[in-house]
Every structure is written in structure tokens, then in C-alpha cells.
């Protein structure tokens, strides 16, 4: 598959997993017992871990495209970004703590880092829309 149809294609699921991602959080389930309450935290964490993964891996390929340049991990893609003033200090630290966070999330588990980053997931949100809007901008 030729690289500019590869983007698209990336793009067009990040775009569906922020949203997603964005709905799950924008919904209360009052009532619900603690089990039930444990699986809606499960879920959001999940939608955070896929949406991560794939912003990441959305933006390789972007700088690849675009800019000519080939990182095979996330924070050195999101530095690519910056330092070719795509995304401003404030984003780039929020994406770097987004991959921290995933990275916790997925080597070790201990609930009292879940609960940190699960109250961090509005905050991570954010920084996905706001790479969202870089990536869709510039024309592929």
C-alpha cells in the first residue's frame, strides 16, 4: 500500500477512536455498583490505550510523509514534531505523558497508578484532538 493511502487510512481510525474515546467519556452511568463502575473505568483506560497507540503511530507516518523523516518510537516521533514546530511545547509534553501513562498502564499494574491516570484521561483527550488538528490541517 503506497504511503499516502497508509496515512489516510491511519488517519480515518484515529479520527474514529478520538471519537469514541470522547463519547465514552462524555457519558455518566449513575448508579451503577462498583463492579460496573470498575468495567466503564476499564473501557475508558482501553479507548486512552488504543487512541494513544494509534496517534502515535498516525504521526509516524505523517512525519514520514510530510516531513521525509523515519522515528521508530513514539516520543521521538512527537519530538520530530516539535522540533519542526508542527505542535507547540505544550502539546508535546502532553503527548510524551500520554505515551508515559500507556506505558504504565501496560508494563505494570497497580491501582493507585490506574486511578492517576484515569483521572488524567480528560487531560489526554485534549491532547489527541490537539494532534488531531495538526495532523488533518496540512494536506496529505
Known sequence: MELAEKFK???????????????SLDRNFPGLDSVGTDLIKNGRIQKFEYSTELAWKTS????????????????????VLFQENLIDEDLFLALHKGIEDRNQLSHIYR??????VY????????????????LTIIPS
Not at 507516518?61 to 519530538?79: C, D, H, M, V, W
Open 119 to 134: 483521572a488524567d484521561l480528560p487531560g489526554h483527550l485534549i491532547a489527541l484532538q490537539r494532534l488531531l488538528t495538526v
Open 9 to 23: 487510512r491511519t488517519l480515518e481510525s484515529l479520527i474514529q477512536a478520538v471519537g469514541s474515546f470522547a463519547q
Open 111 to 116: 491501582e493507585e497508578m490506574y486511578d492517576l
Open 60 to 79: 509516524k507516518l505523517f512525519a514520514e510523509l510530510q516531513l521525509g523523516i523515519i522515528s521508530n518510537s513514539p516520543k521521538g516521533t512527537y519530538r
